[in-house]
Nanobody
Framework: QVQLVESGGDLVQRGGSLRLSCAASGKIFSINTMAWHRQGPGKERELVAVITSGGSTDYADFVKGRFTISRDNAKNTVYLQMNSLKPEDTAVYYC???????????????WGQGTTVIVSS
């Protein structure tokens, strides 16, 4: 069984910073792409940032220059450093990862339970 557990969500003022973490645990042979998504109040879930196993990154336009995604492969953990936060960044942030539980097994898409970020104006 594989689990993804996010942490780091909090209430922060406009212009502030937060660092989210997402740790994968359980039966893991390899982790491919990891990503952060978010779902704001009354909105659909949207992709925020993605990082490949090799460290290549991509970002949604609305976070470019403010957010940084990174990963520690030794810890099976992905991070999201969020700077210059805006009220419109308020959302539940979810991580997901493509994980192969066993050698030669397919990769499966796993999701965390989410962590809440609230940015006050």
């Amino acid at each position: 069984q594989v689990q993804l557990v996010e942490s780091g969500g909090d209430l922060v003022q406009r212009g502030g910073s937060l660092r989210l973490s997402c740790a994968a645990s359980g039966k893991i042979f390899s982790i491919n792409t990891m990503a952060w998504h978010r779902q704001g109040p009354g909105k659909e879930r949207e992709l925020v940032a993605v990082i490949t196993s090799g460290g290549s990154t991509d970002y949604a336009d609305f976070v470019k220059g403010r957010f940084t995604i990174s990963r520690d492969n030794a810890k099976n953990t992905v991070y999201l450093q969020m700077n210059s936060l805006k009220p419109e960044d308020t959302a539940v942030y979810y991580c997901n990862a493509l994980i192969a539980p066993y050698i030669d097994s397919p990769e499966y898409d796993y999701w965390g339970q989410g962590t809440t970020v609230i940015v006050s104006s």
